[in-house]
């Protein structure tokens, strides 16, 4: 059986050698993420198992524009970064086999769906993570007097940031909108449903 991917492993699937660089002017890290299942409401069989996924993101920036991005299988994606918090939201495109009939779509031609995939991930600093004995929390402390601080560009050239945490959610939609549900129908299991994961990624 053929399994559904989210969009950050399909993207990694699809990347080729020789990808330009990421836009930006500051490299700020490139982690390897394990991705856990953490609820959601979306019953699809092409679903992955209990186990996760792993994928990787490579985040960078124009430091002085303040200009971020997220980039996963050589296509980046605009991203917002608050000194801590980094986040992305992007869409694909998906065909799930228990969508095929929903109205509005030929008969035997399965319908289309938008996912909009959300990455909120916690840039961790190596002050920070050394604070909460080498973990990774989504609010580390900081505290400059003590020397923990923020991640941020080092005297050195790199950028510090050692592991990163947070959540990866998927919202799926029917396109075009469907603006009648029937009770029981599919395009009840098809449009809205959602996914969460849990991540936890270490700097390559």
């Known amino acids: 059986m053929r399994r559904w991917l989210p969009a950050v492993v399909l993207l990694g699937a699809l990347s080729c050698?020789?990808?330009?660089?990421?836009?930006?002017?500051?490299?700020?890290?490139?982690f390897e993420f394990h991705a856990t299942p953490n609820?959601?409401?979306?019953?699809?069989?092409?679903?992955?198992?209990?186990g996760g996924f792993n994928f990787t993101a490579l985040f960078s920036r124009f430091r002085d524009a303040g200009l971020y991005f997220v980039t996963i299988g050589g296509v980046p994606h605009e991203a917002t970064f608050d000194g801590q918090v980094v986040m992305a939201s992007y869409r694909a495109q998906r065909v799930f086999r228990q969508c095929g009939g929903c109205s509005?779509?030929?008969?035997?031609?399965?319908?289309?769906?938008?996912?909009?995939?959300?990455?909120?991930?916690?840039?961790?600093?190596?002050?920070?993570?050394d604070a909460v004995g080498g973990g990774c929390v989504v609010n580390p402390p900081v505290d400059p007097d003590a020397g923990i601080i923020l991640p941020d560009s080092t005297p050195e050239g790199t950028f510090d940031a050692v592991r990163a945490c947070g959540t990866l959610t998927e919202g799926v939609k029917i396109m075009p909108p469907v603006t009648t549900v029937v009770p029981g129908s599919c395009e009840l299991q098809c449009d809205g449903c959602t996914l969460e994961y849990s991540i936890f990624g270490e700097r390559r």
């Open 39 to 50: 609820g959601g409401s979306c019953q699809f069989s092409e679903l992955p198992g209990d």
């Open 104 to 129: 509005g779509f030929d008969a035997g031609i399965p319908a289309a769906v938008t996912m909009t995939e959300t990455l909120r991930v916690t840039l961790v600093s190596r002050s920070q993570s």
């Open 17 to 30: 050698p020789g990808n330009p660089p990421p836009p930006g002017d500051e490299q700020m890290g490139t």
